[in-house]
């Protein structure tokens, strides 16, 4: 553990949300509950209902209020994400993005800013998603004579992206091994995966069920607290579970 955020001594983290959606007003209430400080959320779009917290239409509207937060927190759709990045390269605000769906250009000026801030950027804050990452690796590596992989991804209907972010993490976890990805999009669902391999006369599948949306929120929150004060360079999910929560 780095930094104990209940801990009295440590100092508050203060934190602003790009994106005011499902998921970053998830953020702004796990934070304020774990005590840190919510400057605002900022979006395209005023999102309606946001309670006591404060909605900005910009980040520069942001800053000239509230100042600079010590980490940003994004999650929007890949053009938000990479203006944030560029907006935090600029002012030396570490990153943390769970926006999936960026294209290779947008990820090489992920990797830009990368240069001069800390970036933690992950498809998937869970737990158990990122323990499922470590068991496929092991997976591949212990099953002889895999004969097929499949990948289920199930999402709710607004979801913009197909495959999910962590439908491709979970293959990548696999490679070399080719994995046949199948994705739905079904009412509200929240986001459930599931891989299976075939062998000669067996198989095995593993899954996972995300049942709130809070786990994603309080993943992304705890992984601002890791990444506050780290060096510039790009983290993932595994480096902050790995490296131990705040
Ligand atoms: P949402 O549609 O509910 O909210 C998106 C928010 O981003 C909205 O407030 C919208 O106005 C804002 N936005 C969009 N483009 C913008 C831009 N260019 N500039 C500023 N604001 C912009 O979506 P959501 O369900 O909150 O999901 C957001 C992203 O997070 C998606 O990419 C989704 O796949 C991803 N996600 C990641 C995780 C994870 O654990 N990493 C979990 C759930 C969702």
């Known amino acids: 553990m780095d930094e104990a955020p209940n801990d009295s001594t440590a100092p508050m983290l203060k934190l602003a949300i790009h994106g005011a959606g499902r998921m970053g ?13 919510v400057q605002g959320l900022v979006s395209r779009h005023h999102p309606g209902e946001l309670g006591a917290f404060t ?8 800053e000239a209020s509230a ?8 999650f929007t759709l890949p053009a938000g994400t990479v203006a944030a990045a560029r907006w935090c390269a600029l002012r030396q605000v570490p990153l943390v993005t769970g926006t999936t769906g960026l294209d290779q250009t947008q990820q090489a000026a992920l990797r830009n800013a990368a240069q001069v801030i800390p970036l933690l950027q992950a498809p998937n804050f869970s737990p158990g998603i990122n323990a499922l990452i470590t068991l496929l690796e092991q997976a591949r590596d212990l099953l002889p004579n895999v004969q097929r992989i499949d990948l ?14 962590t439908a491709l993490a979970l293959a990548q976890a696999l490679g070399p091994l080719e994995v046949g990805i199948e994705s739905r999009r079904e009412g509200e669902i929240i986001g459930d995966h599931s891989v299976t391999f075939e062998l ?4 095995l599948s593993l899954s996972h069920h995300a049942g709130d949306r809070r786990v994603f929120a309080l993943g992304a929150v705890e992984a601002a607290a890791w990444l506050r004060g780290r060096p510039p360079g790009r ?12």
Do not use: N
């Open 55 to 62: 909605w900005y239409p910009g980040l520069e509207a942001l």
């Open 25 to 37: 007003q998830g953020v702004a209430t796990e934070a304020t509950s774990r005590g840190w400080r």
């Open 67 to 74: 100042g600079l937060p010590d980490v940003l927190i994004d």
């Open 200 to 203: 000669p006369g067996e198989s």
């Open 235 to 246: 983290y993932t999910a595994q480096d902050w579970i790995r490296g131990g929560k705040a």
């Open 152 to 165: 289920l991804d199930v999402h709710h209907v607004h979801k913009k992206d197909a495959p999910s972010g």
